[in-house]
């Protein structure tokens, strides 16, 4: 965060109460992909879950991959088990369906009105297989 300069604090501007931020996203390195992807009930809601992913795929098989799920708990969670599961292993239909099982073991679901628990769990595993599938492709 950048301050305005002394001589224009205190005036009231509405130049001089701007602050400029900057983000700075350092490209990918060679073999990372990255995937993200949510469910909700219609186009523009707010997601019933969603799921951000990052990792390196090589010949492939997964490394260094992160599962970050978010608005299904009180608060985005990393799938480290789903995670674990997968690192050195082959991107293959059977290991990704035993990894979208294991995201239950890092996932305490929220409900929220007409979507359960053992629902958001559900959108929790379907998730994981469609992003885990685009990275292996």
């Known amino acids: 965060i950048r301050r305005p300069p002394r001589s224009t604090q205190g005036v009231s501007s509405a130049a001089s109460d701007v602050y400029k931020r900057q983000v700075q996203i350092p490209a990918l390195a ?10 909700a009930r219609r186009h523009g809601d707010y997601a019933l879950a969603g799921l951000a992913a990052h990792g390196r795929v090589a010949d492939g098989r997964a490394y260094d991959l992160r599962l970050t799920f978010f608005a299904a708990g009180a608060k ?62």
Request: aromatic fraction near 4%; include cysteine; proline fraction near 6%.
């Open 30 to 39: 060679p073999g990372y992909r990255t995937e993200f992807d949510e469910l």
């Open 76 to 137: 985005p969670t990393l799938a480290f088990a789903a995670a674990r599961n997968l690192e050195d292993k082959e991107l293959s239909e059977e290991n990704i369906a035993e990894a979208s099982t294991l995201t239950s073991n890092d996932i305490t679901p929220v409900s929220q009105p007409g979507c359960s628990e053992q629902t958001k769990l559900h959108h929790c595993r379907v998730l994981a297989k469609r992003v885990l599938q685009r990275m292996a492709a």
